[in-house]
């Protein structure tokens, strides 16, 4: 299967997963497959420390409790799908380099057929993200480790968001000595501190103190432009999308809905609303819109290929 990533963030309803004793959903898997003679090895092959193998009756304790503290990406898969077992092996390396910013939890769809169907889960591998106790869709198919890493990093930005900084403590075997995270980069402490600690404006001072140094410092321009956008999106007014929709130069409005949309993951979306009112727009409040963009392009990264190709449409609406 080709990945595609999901539209909108759901609002999956796991209420119904707190219950302890639930029971089968049925002969079948979901999708219609059929349900294999026997119960396949626990965890397919991939492992790690942070990795769990999530079953019916931890799901509440597993994934909905810890996802109080920390961001826990669950993976839908079937020990008869050859891509989940490719995705796996991506997903648990990631857990790895990510040290416990993140739990890998997995479940195996054939053994346990009801959280697939309360998800809704079609086909695997499909993955989601869960933040206290609600889903954050992330994609479905398979995926390289880059792209993987790109909405990762996406939902780290999301969890901070989100008051969830928690970090995970190893739960599935000790970590490789080879695989130990570096030393972090000192230069970079204290903005991180800042973060960890929910003190947004420290950390915004921090990265501006640093970018005064090295101006040309790209881990410190697009820390504080995540930070900013996070800051940003705090207190969002409820009636901002029918602003933005009811006058196209309502800049601000337009500005903020992007913010919105790039949390949620929707980044060709705030990229394409940013382009359409530079498009729409003049002067200073013109270039005002181009260096929120420019903004944005700091906080995905510029090797994404949604931001080169974005960039190239902001040259052609400028000239």
């Known amino acids: ?28 898997g979901p999708g219609g497959a059929p349900a294999p003679g026997g119960a ?26 810890r ?3 920390v961001p826990v990406v669950v993976e839908f898969w079937s020990p008869r799908s050859q891509a989940s077992a490719a995705l796996s092996q991506v997903l ?34 499909l993955v989601i993200a869960v933040l206290r106790g609600q889903v954050v869709p992330l994609f479905q198919g398979t995926l390289g480790e880059p792209e993987a890493r790109q909405y990762l990093d996406q939902l780290m930005t999301v969890a901070v968001a989100n008051g969830i900084t928690g970090r995970a403590e190893p739960v599935g075997g000790p970590v490789a000595e080879e695989a130990a995270e570096p030393e972090p980069d000192p230069r970079y402490a204290k903005a991180e501190n800042a973060v960890g600690a929910g003190d947004l404006d420290g950390a915004i001072a921090a990265y501006e103190e640093l970018l005064k140094e090295t101006p040309n410092d790209a881990e410190a321009k697009s820390g504080l432009a995540r930070v900013q956008l996070v800051k940003r999106t705090q207190d969002v007014p409820a ?60 906080v995905v990264g510029a090797d994404d290929e949604r931001v080169v190709k974005a960039r190239r449409r902001l040259m052609s609406a400028l000239f």
Do not use: C, W
């Open 92 to 125: 648990a390396k990631l857990s790895t380099d990510y040290a416990g910013k993140f739990l890998l939890a997995r479940i195996d769809i054939d053994a346990n057929p009801q959280l697939a169907q309360a998800v809704g889960v079609q086909s695997v591998p």
């Open 40 to 65: 396949p090895a626990a965890g397919g092959g991939a492992s790690g420390a942070y990795v769990l193998n999530v079953s019916e009756p931890t799901f509440q304790a597993d994934v909905i409790e």
């Open 1 to 28: 299967m080709s990945q595609s990533n999901f539209s909108r963030p759901g609002a999956i309803d796991l209420s119904s997963l707190r219950r302890p004793g639930m029971a089968p959903a049925g002969p079948g």
């Open 67 to 69: 996802s109080l503290q």
């Open 239 to 298: 009636d901002v999308r029918t602003r933005a929709a009811d006058n196209p130069a309502d800049v601000e409005a337009q500005k903020l809905v992007a913010d919105v949309d790039l949390m949620g993951g929707h980044v060709e979306d705030a990229f394409n609303r940013l382009i359409t009112t530079v498009q729409v727009t003049a002067g200073d409040e013109r270039n005002s819109v181009r260096l929120h963009l420019l903004e944005l392009f700091e």
